[in-house]
């Protein structure tokens, strides 16, 4: 690994290899997207992607903490979401996971420098862990995506519950994902990696009626 940065209280590495030759792999490589992607389905109503690789990061702190929250102003340019609700900003997504937790992804490779950015920006008790590689996004939208999700988790989607912005963490088959809805028929499902393999399972298994499509 490259680009060690230490001090007294944090030792921080870029999960990126130096060497390009180094395959990165995401959580549902093994699935094979590209070639389901290349096979299509007629008359899909829904379309399933994977944002591969995007960097994670875990944030801890309190809320109510004005150097956090300016801290993170000033860094991503919005405020720390709210009781279950979700921000974005160029490319960067923050999403509430519980009173002191958030969940932030932003484009691969850009993880370690949003983490040094933070880490410098805020003044005060936190923590802040990369956890890329971990788990992964996967993006369901089309006319029964919602539909589709009432038979993947017990928790109301309908958006009179979870209108767009809300973001939530509930069973998803036996496993667990973290949801947000993106539009009046689009959902973020965040996976853990030892997760996934059960999760995609489950996701083309409720797919199956609809008809789906893969998109790379």
Sequence with gaps: MSDVN???????MNLIPDD????????????DL???AEQGTQDASITIQ????????????????????AGIQSVMGVS???????????????????????LITTQPGDGFGLEQQLREAIDTHFALVNVSGGQTVVTVEGADAEEMLKK?????????NMPVGKVITSL?????????????????????????????????????????????
């Design 80 to 102: 720390l979401p709210g009781t279950l609700q979700s921000v974005e900003n160029a490319g960067q997504v923050i999403r509430w996971i519980s009173p002191d937790e958030w």
């Design 152 to 160: 993947c988790t017990p928790y109301d989607i309908h958006t009179s």
């Design 172 to 216: 998803f088959g036996k496993a667990q994902a973290v949801i947000r809805r993106t539009g009046e028929q689009q959902f973020e499902l965040v996976f853990r990696r030892s997760f996934a393999d059960y999760c995609w399972l489950w996701l083309q298994d409720a797919c199956r009626e609809f008809g789906f499509t893969v998109k790379v």
């Design 50 to 69: 994977e944002l591969a690789l995007l960097d994670h990061l875990v944030l801890r702190g309190n809320a109510d903490d004005a150097a956090l929250t």
């Design 6 to 12: 230490t001090s007294t209280t944090v030792v921080q």
């Design 34 to 36: 590209a070639t389901i």
């Design 20 to 31: 390009a030759s180094v395959r990165a792999e995401t959580p549902l490589y093994h699935a």
